[in-house]
């Protein structure tokens, strides 16, 4: 049974930190692209950050490029999302997902076959 698990959301205030971290168990890790994507209320599901299964090359949205960072550590099936400069159109549910290495779009949804259940980031003005 795949599972990928968040952890790390919360309230902060505007200009401050978090970093996710999103564990999974019942893949091979090491061989999956990772990506978070996150939701606002009433708004599609947005691209967030992604990093190839070999942790050599990592992609971001737009809105967050230069601000956040994403990194995995295979040896430990864990990916991570440090978020710094955090703005309140950042507040949404943010996901973890899992997709095959070769297959589909880094920023497409649905090149992911594999979800968490998400975390929620509130950033406050």
């Known amino acids: 049974q795949v599972q990928l698990v968040e952890s790390g959301g919360g309230l902060v205030q505007a200009g401050g930190s978090l970093r996710l971290s999103c564990a999974a168990s019942?893949?091979?890790?090491?061989?999956?692209?990772m990506g978070w994507f996150r939701q606002a209320p009433g708004k599609e599901r947005e691209f967030v950050a992604a990093?190839?299964?070999?942790?050599?090359?990592?992609y971001y949205g737009d809105s967050v490029k230069g601000r956040f960072t994403i990194s995995r550590e295979n040896a430990k099936n864990t990916v991570y999302l440090q978020m710094n400069s955090l703005k309140p159109e950042d507040t949404a549910v943010y996901y973890c997902?899992?997709?095959?290495?070769?297959?589909?779009?880094?920023?497409?949804?649905?090149?992911?076959?594999?979800w968490g259940q998400g975390t929620q980031v509130t950033v406050s003005s």
């Open positions: 997902a899992a997709g095959a290495r070769y297959y589909g779009n880094n920023d497409s949804p649905t090149a992911y076959g594999y």
């Open positions: 990093i190839r299964w070999n942790g050599r090359s990592t």
């Open positions: 019942g893949i091979t890790f090491s061989v999956y692209k």
